[in-house]
């Protein structure tokens, strides 16, 4: 069966330090990862995705995700974090069996001034 | 281009009554999901379509939710009689479906289902 982990509930970071999200995933076969962010009273917004190819995936808003197979990670990153980075962030994963998103539990970012 | 709407963007009903939630998906999408947050917890798949035809409703919890893609454009989703367990928030989200399963999914901003 295909899972998700997003072992943190909450991530606290200072304005301007670099910030990383964590996900693991279990899927048989090659995963298709995904990273969607949700600010307050909004939907959820596309990120990023890992199809295939190079291991760095940059998407929007500047961040960056890397794909680790051998770790089964992709952990979502950003150089140099903003206030208004400030949201819930979500890992996901589909799969060539179908095409429903399995989700994290979804990682709570804080960024202070 | 126009996003993926849901309409309303808050409910509150009362046990055993009905909602209808509907979604209209970016045009030309011929794919068309629903999900849903419960308390918290994580976002579960419910339903997929392919222009009108159900392709995957394993999601769906039980028959007191219908879902309906009529001519292959907006969707519907009606959940009757609802229960406590059935608040939480409703994502709709459509996709080009270029590539399938590697297509990225357009959220909507989510309906806001509370039951009391």
């Known amino acids: 069966a295909q899972s998700v982990a997003q072992p943190e509930d909450q991530v606290n970071v200072a304005e301007g330090n670099p910030l990383t999200v964590k996900c693991t995933y279990s899927?048989?076969?090659?995963?298709?990862l995904f990273w969607y962010v949700q600010y307050p009273n909004r939907g959820l917004q596309f990120l990023l995705k890992?199809?295939?190819?190079d291991n760095l995936v940059k998407g929007s808003y500047g961040f960056e995700a890397e794909f680790n197979k051998s770790q089964t990670s992709f952990h979502l990153k950003k150089p140099s974090a903003l206030v208004s980075d400030s949201a819930l962030y979500f890992c996901?994963?589909?799969?060539?069996?179908?095409?429903?998103?399995?989700w994290g539990a979804g990682t709570k970012l804080i960024i202070k001034p | 281009e126009a996003g993926v709407t849901q309409f309303p963007s808050h409910s509150v009903i009362e046990k055993g009554q009905t909602v209808t939630l509907r979604c209209d998906p970016i045009?030309?999408?011929?794919?068309l999901y629903w999900y849903r947050r419960v308390m918290g917890k994580e976002i579960k798949f419910l339903l997929h379509?392919?222009?009108?035809?159900?392709?995957?409703e394993s999601g769906m919890p039980n028959n007191r939710f219908l879902a309906e893609r009529t001519g292959g454009t907006y969707s519907t989703l009606k959940v009757q009689p609802a229960e406590l367990e059935d608040s939480g928030v409703y994502f709709c989200?459509?996709?080009?479906?270029?590539?399938?399963?590697?297509?990225?999914?357009?959220f909507g901003p989510g309906t806001r289902l509370t039951v009391l």
């Open positions: 996901a994963v589909s799969h060539y069996s179908n095409y429903q998103l399995i």
């Open positions: 989200a459509s996709s080009q479906d270029l590539r399938g399963f590697t297509d990225t999914q357009y």
């Open positions: 045009s030309g999408h011929d794919n």
């Open positions: 379509f392919v222009k009108e035809s159900k392709q995957d």
């Open positions: 899927v048989s076969g090659n995963p298709y």
């Open positions: 890992y199809i295939t190819g």
